[in-house]
């Protein structure tokens, strides 16, 4: 590589770890406001408290205004106010002439206003005002509490009230004693008013008490899903998701729940592969356990019943013996590895960043030895550099090699060449083993037990196993990551 390309690739090694900061950065904005971001229970409480008080105040000053709309309308009228006017005249003669009243008889005017609600009178006599009394009118135009001191009317009002001419208002109206300017008024809007005035509170607390109970109903609601889900999960029903909802406490009860419930699944799922996986190994294990034991009791049996024919035939069936009990011993060796693995017994890992380059040279250059000793034929083909580090556990690796060697050894081919390579690509040390199955393997029935073995333990190491199996070629793929937390010594 020349020093111009080398400069390239370190530029465009940057440039990829400016952008992949870039990237890191826009989802940790992400993550801090794309999602939807939690708020409590309190929070969404008050939140509900204030929008249903904003909306009962909105409502009471529309209700107001529609109230002021229809008074101004059809009660507040002139053609109203005369019908009740000429109505309150009409009253007030017929009741001077019954109880022979005088203009300046104060008492029996005021009995005849005592029944009369939200009626004003004022009589005067020229421009002195002889008596006041009836409902006071307040500073928002609206009527106040009734009275018959003739001294709330202040100055401003009597002026206003000077009769230059008669109106529906104003008039003159013959007492015993004589004629007396009379100013009435009737405020009948005022109980329209007091009667709206009521029913807008009502109606505002009304709206103010159903939105919050709406809410807390809402909030109910999703308690008594989560609790009928939960139940659900009680009885056994464990593949019924439980959906979190909004992020709240509510919610993140739910996904708790959820998450016990999925941990549940999982080990329920591990402990039911693992049953599973024991039995089917038990049941080809008694098959293949069975096998050289009946061998080696039928050889015993010869052995010890005399019935050879020589001592060659002897030497023989001690041979057998022998071949039979080694078998034995390895299928025993093969089951408590595996059970080791996949029992979750073995010691704790060791893990350690190691230079790839140099272990997993030193691993393939030992078992190359013993198969070429064998009478294989190697081709070994290794560019994993030294300072590749690799984050593992030494026991672990030479376990999975053992493994495979072993197998290869028993059922490889020794007419063909067993082809091994070692490379690094895209951040992954990759291995690869490829031998032709020898015809007598075909014919031998495996439990796969170290096949099965090598895989957990490279699954545990964060490595993936793949094996292919075609009947005349066995390759198996293995990789690892490469370890970058850690520079190579230098």
Known sequence: MTSQDKDRKDSAAGKTAEESGVEDSRKDIWN??????RLSLSFKYAVVVVAAAFFAVVLLNVMGLLEDVISDKYIANDK?????????????????????????????????????EYTVLIVRDKDQTIFTGGWQANSSGRLGSE?????????SFIRDLSIQSQDMYNRKVK???????????????????????????????????MIILLYNKKVLKRIGKLSE?????????????????????????????????????????????????????????????????????????????????????LDKYIDSCKYKAIQLKDLSDKMFQYFLVFGNQMPDQNMEVLDAGILLQQLMIEHEAEMISNGFNVDLDFTVAEGTMIRTDVSAMQRIFDNLFSNMMKYADK????RISASVSDGLIKMRFQNRTAPKA?????????????????????GTF?????????????????????????
Not at 180 to 204: P, T
Not at 250 to 265: E, P, T
Request: glycine fraction near 4%.
């Open 32 to 37: 801090k406001y794309g999602k939807k971001r």
């Open 80 to 116: 109203a106010k005369k019908s009740y006017l000429d109505s309150r005249y009409d009253s007030l003669e017929k009741f001077i002439k019954e109880n022979r009243v005088k203009g300046t008889d104060a008492n029996k005017l005021q009995v005849w206003l005592s029944d009369k």
């Open 229 to 313: 889900q939960v139940l659900l999960i009680s009885e056994g029903d464990l593949r019924h998701d439980i959906t979190p909802g909004n992020k709240d406490e509510i919610g993140d009860l739910a996904k708790n729940v959820n998450d016990m419930r999925n941990s549940i699944l999982e080990k329920a799922s591990s402990e039911k592969a693992a049953w599973d996986a024991n039995r089917e190994l038990i049941t080809s294990m008694s098959h293949d356990i069975r096998t050289p034991l009946t061998s080696l009791i039928g050889y015993l049996d010869i052995i010890s019943g005399r019935k050879f024919k020589s001592m060659e035939e």
């Open 175 to 209: 007492f015993y004693d004589g004629k007396y300017n009379i100013y009435i008024n009737v405020f009948l809007e005022n109980r329209w008013y007091d009667i709206m005035d009521m029913i807008s509170i009502v109606i505002s607390a009304f709206v103010f008490i």
């Open 415 to 418: 007419n063909f060449v067993i």
């Open 442 to 462: 075909n014919k031998v029935e495996s439990t796969k037990i170290g096949v099965k073995t090598c895989k957990k333990i490279c699954e545990d190491l964060k």
């Open 147 to 155: 009275t018959s001191n003739s001294s709330v009317y202040n100055d």
């Open 466 to 490: 793949l094996e292919k199996d075609d009947k005349k070629t066995y390759i198996t793929e293995i990789t690892f990551p490469v370890d970058k937390s850690e520079e190579p010594p230098a």
